[in-house]
């Protein structure tokens, strides 16, 4: 099990348990404070009579949203609202009936609706509580202990890659014109751009083959990665879109929190640039402004914020510009629509040396065709792995867009 499916189940077990406890502590108060207004002084009885009444109910409630929060109902309010709903009906209806049936009553139609009619009486200040209290304070506290990460957890680098399509020849091409790709040759290069990525201890992992699909191979394209949540894209070539669901599958058993954007927006990794918690998203031909307002929403509520970037240089917003581990944009003075829009802003001085993948805060992998660039960035004090990916950039590809790197 992952570290992220770990903190799920904690977050979902502990966030049943408060709510719980609250409303069940919250029913003992009411009914304490309603008998104040009594003829008699409330008594210890009272709390404990209460507290039996409501305690199966409370019991219910905590096994319902502990099941909730695993399956996924708190990752969204309007799923949290659906469970508070369920659950604050559930729980006091079964709780009661099982509680009357247990005492002597006979379970008959009868029994069933004056249960039901407890609904809209003794029950229902604690179903409206529980309703009330699962999408607001519980989902809050639920991505809050999701969100927090184990200082006992070691850094996760995993990358997955998607082996070349066997028609990788026939890759859409906008920006440059078409030249011959050699599959033998790019399959070569392929592995060892995989290899790269391990020698500097990165786990790979392969996103299941899509030998129909010619432009598969660049995967990073199809989610954008933000810690334990994963935004699965809408690429804006109909002839990607079904390129989604094996990088989908993958990222599921990662363990991941997913998200997506929906019909109309249009967005592909290749646009997003990620520098610090300033996500800058590339508005060109395959990203549009709805899909930039879906992932601004979607973000938001993690910390980032999100700034359009016009593109209409380059087939991307990675085609032309990418950030060192310190900040620093760098990108091909040709290909950059606007540079003043970033914070810093180095030029470099070949196309081919835009894209850098991080691996860490020393070491970056860049293209063989770029040695000016890797000899200005090793000026910088940075470490540089080439490798050769001239076949990929035959179809605007990068070192980028061969990997979608979790960390």
């Not at 404070?33 to 409501?54: C, D, E, R, T």
């Not at 399959?187 to 790979?204: E, F, K, P």
Request: aromatic share 8%; glycine share 10%; net charge negative.
């Amino acid at each position: 099990m992952t570290s992220s499916w770990g903190r799920r189940l904690i977050a979902s077990l502990v966030v049943a348990f408060v709510v719980a406890f609250v409303v069940h502590a919250a029913m003992i108060a009411a009914f304490y404070v309603g008998s104040l207004a009594g003829s008699s002084a409330p008594s210890g009885a009272l709390i404990v009579a209460v507290s039996n009444y409501f305690s199966l109910t409370s019991v219910l409630a905590f096994v319902l949203l502990f099941v909730a929060g695993v399956v996924g109902a708190f990752d969204r309010w309007w799923t949290a609202l659906i469970a508070g709903l369920l659950v604050g009906f559930l729980s006091p209806a079964i709780g009661t009936l099982v509680t009357a049936t247990s005492g002597g009553s006979p379970f008959s139609g009868q029994l069933v609706v004056a249960v039901l009619g407890t609904l809209l009486g003794i029950n229902l200040l604690y179903g409206v509580s529980v309703a009330v209290l699962t999408p607001t304070f519980g989902r809050w506290l639920f991505r809050i202990i999701e969100g927090v990460r184990s200082r006992f957890e070691t850094e996760r680098k995993v990358a997955l890659v998607r082996i070349p399509a066997k028609n990788l020849q026939d890759g859409l091409v906008t920006h440059i014109d078409r030249t011959a790709v050699d599959a033998e040759l790019a399959d070569t290069q392929w592995d060892g751009y995989v290899s790269a990525l391990s020698r500097a201890g990165w786990q790979t992992v392969e996103v299941a083959s899509a030998d129909s699909l010619a432009d598969s191979v660049f995967v990073e394209d199809t989610a954008v990665v933000f810690g334990d949540t994963a935004v699965i894209t809408r690429p804006g070539a109909d002839s990607r879109k079904p390129e989604v669901a094996g990088t989908e599958a993958a990222l599921r058993a990662q363990g991941l929190r997913l998200e997506r954007i929906e019909e109309p927006g249009t967005l592909e990794g290749g646009d997003v640039l990620k520098v610090g918690s300033t996500v800058y998203v590339g508005r060109g031909g395959r990203t549009n402004g709805e899909g930039i307002r879906q992932l601004r929403a979607l973000v938001a509520p993690l910390g980032y914020t999100v700034v359009g970037v016009p593109v209409t240089k380059a087939l991307h917003l990675k085609t032309a510009v990418t950030a060192l581990p310190d900040g620093t944009v760098i990108g091909y003075e040709p290909l950059v629509d606007e540079p003043r829009i970033f914070e810093r802003f180095l030029p470099v001085p070949e196309a081919h040396g835009t894209a850098v993948v991080v691996l860490d805060d020393e070491t970056l992998l860049i293209s063989s065709a770029a040695p000016q660039t890797a000899a200005l960035l090793e000026d910088l004090g940075y470490t540089t792995i080439a490798v050769d990916i001239s076949e990929f950039e035959k179809l605007e590809g990068c070192v980028t867009c061969l990997s979608i790197r979790i960390r």
